[in-house]
């Protein structure tokens, strides 16, 4: 049996960011960079589909052995990345959600401006607050319920319960 990597968000980010990958990071990780202490297990990212940005893409995900978490086999290439398509990939440093066709995903561009946070000398695109909890409203899952209530809490609304 093969063992699970670890989980380096830094590592995936830092490769997105050599190769100008356009991407909005959301999901858990975004949650915690907004300062709600989540554990993640996963790095989730809308990403800007164009051409020139799935083959960026397809050069930081090679760079980061991905493969594939669906068993599927499908390939990393800019062919498949620029299609409209939920896709997982597990990689060196853990797995990567690319969010595009679930209904609480939104588009790239919505997410524009981004946060921009500062993470070992990287700046990370994060989605905005206001951005965050939208998703996470139309989500509507238990999780997401949770994370929308430690944000609203760390804003000063109404605590968690």
């Known amino acids: 049996m093969v063992a699970e990597p ?5 590592a995936i980010l830092r490769a997105l960011n050599r190769h100008a990958v ?3 990071v959301v999901g858990g990780f975004a949650v915690a960079a907004h300062g709600v ?6 790095l989730d990212l809308v990403v800007e589909r164009t051409w020139e940005n799935a083959e960026r893409l397809a050069r930081a995900l090679a760079e980061v052995e991905a493969t ?15 299609r409209r398509a939920d896709r997982r990939f597990r990689t060196a ?3 990567v959600h690319l969010l595009d066709a679930v209904a609480d995903a939104p588009d790239y561009r919505a997410l524009l401006p981004p946060v921009t946070i500062l993470l070992s000398g990287e700046s990370i695109p994060v989605a905005s ?5 939208a998703i996470k409203r139309s989500a509507g899952r238990v ?6 209530a430690e944000l609203d809490h760390l804003d000063g609304a109404e605590p968690p319960r």
């Open 6 to 10: 670890s989980f380096d968000p830094e």
């Open 22 to 24: 356009g991407y909005v």
């Open 37 to 42: 202490v989540r554990a993640t297990a996963d």
């Open 68 to 82: 594939d978490a669906t068993g599927g086999g499908t390939p990393v290439t800019r062919e498949v990345l620029v």
């Open 93 to 95: 440093f853990g797995e």
């Open 129 to 133: 607050l206001e951005r965050l909890r």
């Open 143 to 148: 999780r997401d319920r949770a994370d929308l």
